[in-house]
C-alpha cells in the first residue's frame, strides 16, 4: 500500500509530519514535544550498516610475503629480481603504528593455502625466507 512504512503506522506518520512542520515554523520545543510523544515512544530498529564485501562470504585469499623493507627502492629492486625470475612479484605498501611505512614484496594471489605454500617452497629454492598472509 502507498504510505506504508514498516516501522510507523499511518498516524505515526502524520504525527510525524507535524513534528516537522512546527520545527520548521519555530515552535517552542514543548509545544512540538506534546505532539512527537507518540512517535518517539516507537523508533525504528537500529540499522546495521554493512559493506558489500562483508556481507558477501568471506574468502580468505592468500599470498607470499617475500619481504618488509623501510626503504621502497629496495622493495623495488626485490620485485624486478623476482620478476626477471617469473615469479608474480609485487610491492604493497604497510603502514604500522609507531613505526611509519613499511614497503612490503608479496608474490601473487591465491585461494588456497595449499596453493600458496607450493609456490612458497619455489620462492625458497629462490633463496628468499618468504611467509605465506591473508591478503
Do not use: C
Not at 505515526?12 to 512540538?32: F, H, M, N, P
Not at 518517539?40 to 562483508?54: D, E, H, L
Not at 588456497?112 to 609456490?119: F, G, K, L
Amino acid at each position: 500500500m502507498a504510505g506504508e512504512h514498516p516501522h510507523y503506522s499511518e498516524n505515526d506518520l502524520e504525527t510525524l509530519r507535524t513534528v516537522l512542520r512546527l520545527q520548521g515554523e519555530g515552535r517552542s520545543e514543548a509545544e512540538i514535544a506534546e505532539h512527537g510523544r507518540v512517535v518517539a515512544a516507537k523508533p525504528p530498529p537500529k540499522r546495521q550498516i554493512v559493506s558489500k564485501s562483508k556481507a558477501e562470504p568471506a574468502v580468505k585469499v592468500y599470498t607470499i610475503q617475500a619481504a618488509s623493507v623501510r626503504a621502497a627502492g629496495d622493495a623495488d629492486k626485490l620485485v624486478t629480481k623476482l620478476k626477471a625470475q617469473g615469479f608474480p612479484a609485487y610491492r604493497a605498501i604497510g603502514k604500522i603504528p609507531g613505526k611509519g611505512i613499511w614497503y612490503r614484496v608479496r608474490v601473487g594471489e591465491y585461494k588456497s593455502r595449499a596453493d600458496a605454500r607450493r609456490m612458497l617452497e619455489k620462492l625458497k629454492k629462490a633463496g628468499i625466507q618468504p611467509i605465506i598472509v591473508e591478503k
